[in-house]
């Protein structure tokens, strides 16, 4: 079994639709929890992170994260052309030299 | 501008024929890590370093080989490549107390 699982889709939705991206874990030392943006072609680049549990929006984006559940979601409301990309899930240990582990990705594409 | 910067981008190369992929950043970051890309795979680390002269294996280091010689610098170096390397490489940073990564645009390398 893989640390991080990611369905890596495509995930194919009309424009202005919310988006809901996930991702599950086994390792319960993980504390930090990242979502990263590809686009084709790029690096990943990062989108959101959060400590712990609970929530954090930043404009159409929204991240959760349910430690009891060890499970991860990243929703993007008023999808956009734009958000067509490969969306990462990654998590990280509490220390620096802890290392991140990524899931394999979820390929979205929005239809304008 | 902060930026993680790898080349070539693009390279075809033919089995045995040894070959450096180069990395160099500018953000003073002491963790830099080399990663490929695989459909259905994700992201795997080849190998990562903590610091100049300490380097580390990751997850998928066989065939490869790196050095740490500068803070800024960290090539990727392939002494007999075999098609089963055919892949997307990223080179990235980040602090080592941080937990933002910072990724190269990526190197699509073809092996013949």
């Known amino acids: 079994q893989k640390e991080v699982e990611q369905d890596p889709g495509p995930l194919s939705v009309p424009e202005g639709a919310i988006v809901s991206l996930n991702c599950t874990y086994s390792n319960s030392a993980f504390q930090y929890f990242m979502w990263y943006r590809q686009y084709s072609r790029k690096g990943p680049e990062l989108l959101m992170y959060?400590?712990?549990?609970g929530n954090k929006e930043d404009g159409r984006f929204t991240a959760q994260v349910d430690k009891s559940s060890k499970y991860i979601s990243l929703f993007i409301r008023d999808s956009q052309p734009s958000d067509s990309a490969t969306y990462l899930c990654?998590?990280?240990?509490?220390?620096?030299?802890?290392?991140?582990?990524f899931g394999a990705g979820t390929r979205l594409f929005v239809k304008a | 501008e902060a930026q993680v910067t790898q080349n070539p981008r693009y390279l075809i190369t033919v089995t045995g024929k040894k070959l450096t992929v180069t990395c160099s950043q500018n953000?003073?970051?002491?963790?830099m890590s080399w990663y490929r890309q695989d459909p259905g795979l994700g992201l795997r680390q080849i190998y990562y370093?903590?610091?100049?002269?300490?380097?580390d294996k990751g997850d998928v280091p066989e065939g490869y080989k790196v050095s740490r010689k500068e803070k800024r610098n960290f090539p990727l170096i392939l002494e007999s490549p075999s098609p089963n390397q055919t892949s997307l490489y990223f080179c990235?940073?980040?602090?080592?107390?941080?937990?933002?990564?910072?990724f190269g645009e990526g190197s699509w390398l073809t092996v013949v």
């Open positions: 370093s903590m610091n100049v002269e300490v380097t």
């Open positions: 990235a940073s980040r602090q080592s107390s941080g937990n933002t990564i910072y």
């Open positions: 959060t400590y712990s549990s």
């Open positions: 953000m003073n970051h002491e963790y």
């Open positions: 990654a998590m990280k240990g509490d220390t620096g030299g802890f290392k991140t582990i």
